[in-house]
């Protein structure tokens, strides 16, 4: 099963408008990070947040982390369509030495001209 | 300098046959953890090698295997293919144990009929 569950499951914008998604996760971790993933394409690592920072920036995106709440969000700001693309939190279950990273479902973003 | 490459790009196989798909680190990576992703979904952990072993295992069954080999690239072996088991599988490295950050190839997409 998976760790992180991102919300919404889609998202659709114009450019030039702010795009939020979120992400809840189950058990404690050591870092949360953000990837994004063009159509049929690997992933991108986009910006990873520890568990004892609450807000990173990374140009125009903002990731915030509330590890009370099990949750995070990923802020893109001015939105591009160039930005269209599914992004996927994830999330690090340290198990035997060794870290190994649970990814959630995904938001998938399309942003119009 | 070259970043995770993976063999085949595409592949189709018959539902028993058995299947081998390769990846190559990114350079300077040690670690190499391979993901299943069904279309729509994320991706969902396989297992991760380093130093040439088995680390970690996700919720696959024995069918699912797997190799290091000594200059760190990796093998994915699937035997008695299942219908189920068409999907995108993503090779990722990292350095170390903290799969801090990820680094993905294009991955292969596997059609079994």
């Known amino acids: 099963s998976q760790q992180g569950e991102e919300d919404p499951q889609a998202l659709s914008i114009q450019e030039g408008e702010n795009a939020t998604m979120n992400c809840s996760y189950k058990?404690?971790?050591?870092?949360l990070q953000w990837y994004r993933q063009n159509s049929g394409r690997g992933l991108v690592h986009l910006i990873l947040i520890r568990s004892n920072e609450r807000e990173k920036h990374s140009g125009r995106l903002r990731v915030t982390l509330d590890t009370s709440k099990k949750s995070s969000s990923l802020l893109i700001t001015a939105s591009r369509a160039a930005d269209t693309a599914s992004y996927f939190c994830?999330?690090?279950?340290?198990?035997?030495?060794?870290?190994?990273?649970?990814f959630g479902a995904g938001t998938r973003l399309a942003v119009h001209p | 300098d070259a970043g995770v490459t993976q063999s085949p790009t595409h592949l189709i196989k018959t539902r028993g046959q058995q299947v081998t798909l390769r990846c190559s680190p990114k350079?300077?990576?040690?670690?190499v953890s391979w993901y299943q992703q069904a279309l729509g979904q994320g991706p969902q952990f396989i297992f991760q090698y380093y130093e040439e072993e088995e680390r970690q295992r996700g919720n696959f069954p024995d069918r699912f295997s797997g190799h290091q080999f000594p200059n760190y690239s990796s093998e994915l072996n699937v035997n008695a293919l299942l219908l189920g088991d068409s999907a995108l599988y993503l090779c990722?490295?990292?350095?170390?144990?903290?799969?801090?950050?990820?680094?993905f190839g294009n991955g292969t997409r596997l059609t079994v009929t």
């Open positions: 058990t404690s971790i050591n870092n």
């Open positions: 350079s300077g990576h040690d670690t």
């Open positions: 990722a490295s990292s350095l170390g144990r903290n799969n801090s950050p990820l680094h």
């Open positions: 994830a999330t690090t279950a340290f198990s035997g030495g060794y870290n190994k990273l649970i």
